[in-house]
């Protein structure tokens, strides 16, 4: 029968034979071997691993002029690239109104004014013509995420901020190796950072990547551990000024050895991603009511996808009951931020967008856990909509 369960009445699913749950940590055998030569080791904190993760990302997805720096979260890296790109408090700051809360929280620690801008319909990405209307001579800085690893239009972002003096922030927590125009997104971006919490594309259990101006490197570096200058301090030099405020924000050669194993296997996991996508894509094209959002990109869009999300139509409930009938996790995963009572002051429009799908995305299953038997039994169920 039937469970006719509200969305926010599933408990989550044990991690058992026979059930598909949203999400699953993808964490190469290989890394069990790495992290254990670090817990026999001197270096369990920030130590030789945590340069050589960032050197191999870099590597992987590096850009002229960039440098990178592993945080212990992506919220970590936020905050950093907000406090290096100059926002200050009372600064004006256009961001997403429908993302997770730490795109916009981090803007909370510096004292920065939220400008949230609407969703666009077609994907829950930025609505460029609002992000537009809201500029004026108070914007320091635009901050985009791309929604379930789908790329904004970085190059028409940058012809409407140019020659203007707004700095571009990329949130990439869902987007690891996005493209446009076949350049990469962090080409067109002033900062960016990566997420590597537990259920992202390359998790280091928890953990961040702040992309940032090779200029500004020293200082990201000394922001990164209370402010002192580390390498200095390691070199026997104990009279290191502290002259500005810094964080506990550094990475551990624990997650660094986790992260070095999944970049060993990123190809293939990407691919595989891709595959489970692309399965999903093809089985819901024979609907002409569910369709997938992440399926509506620009041709000049590259991107491997984080999230699976459909458009229900007025039937998300009842999709959701109908897949935890048949052991299926779905979820929102993402709620609009001005609906919470921390952002409520810097909320003084609609977003008729945001209004219009509020009630009909929902996520599906899509991780390396999954077979393409497995899209084909979710997308079954669905299709009876």
């Known amino acids: ?208 990547m702040l992309v940032c101006p090779s200029s500004l490197k020293k200082k990201a570096k000394r922001l990164r551990w209370f402010g002192i200058d580390r390498e200095r301090k390691q070199q026997g030099i104990w009279e290191n000024d502290i002259y500005e405020l810094g964080y506990k924000y550094q990475m551990t050669d624990v997650a660094a050895a986790i992260g070095i194993a999944g970049l060993s296997e990123l190809n293939k996991t990407l691919r595989y991603r891709k595959r489970i996508f692309n399965q999903y894509l093809n089985n819901l094209q024979k609907s002409g009511l569910i369709s997938l959002l992440e399926a509506t990109q620009s041709q000049h869009c590259e991107f491997t996808p984080w999230l699976a999300t459909i458009n229900c139509k007025g039937k998300r409930v009842e999709i959701m009951n109908k897949l935890r009938e048949i052991n299926v996790e779905s979820a929102q995963v993402h709620y609009r931020n001005d609906r919470y009572s921390i952002f409520k002051k810097y909320v003084d429009r609609d977003f008729p967008n945001m209004d219009l799908i509020e009630d009909d995305y929902l996520v599906l299953p899509l991780h390396h856990k999954m077979t393409l038997r497995d899209v084909d039994k979710i997308t079954r169920a669905i299709l009876q909509y």
């Open 1 to 208: 029968m039937p469970s006719n369960k509200t969305m926010n009445e599933f408990p989550i699913l044990d991690d058992k034979k026979g059930n598909i749950p949203l999400f699953y940590p993808n964490v190469p055998s290989s890394a069990a071997k790495l992290v254990s030569h670090v817990l026999k080791g001197r270096w369990i904190g920030q130590g030789p691993l945590v340069d050589e993760f960032e050197e191999q990302f870099e590597e992987k997805f590096g850009v002229s002029n960039k440098s990178f720096l592993a945080v212990n979260s992506g919220t970590s890296a936020l905050h950093l690239g907000y406090l290096l790109a100059g926002i200050i408090p009372g600064d004006e700051v256009i961001c997403p109104v429908f993302t997770c809360t730490a795109t916009n929280l981090a803007l909370l620690y510096i004292g920065a004014v939220p400008k949230f801008y609407d969703v666009n319909k077609e994907n829950l990405n930025a609505s460029l013509k609002d992000i537009e209307k809201l500029i004026t001579k108070k914007t320091k800085a635009i901050v985009t995420v791309d929604y379930g690893g789908l790329p904004n239009d970085y190059k028409q972002i940058r012809d409407i901020i140019d020659n203007k003096n707004i700095r571009l922030i990329a949130d990439l927590a869902h987007c690891i190796d996005g493209k446009i125009y076949e350049k990469s997104i962090l080409e067109y971006v002033d900062f960016a950072i990566f997420s590597f919490q537990a259920i992202k594309t390359l998790t280091t259990a928890d953990g961040g």
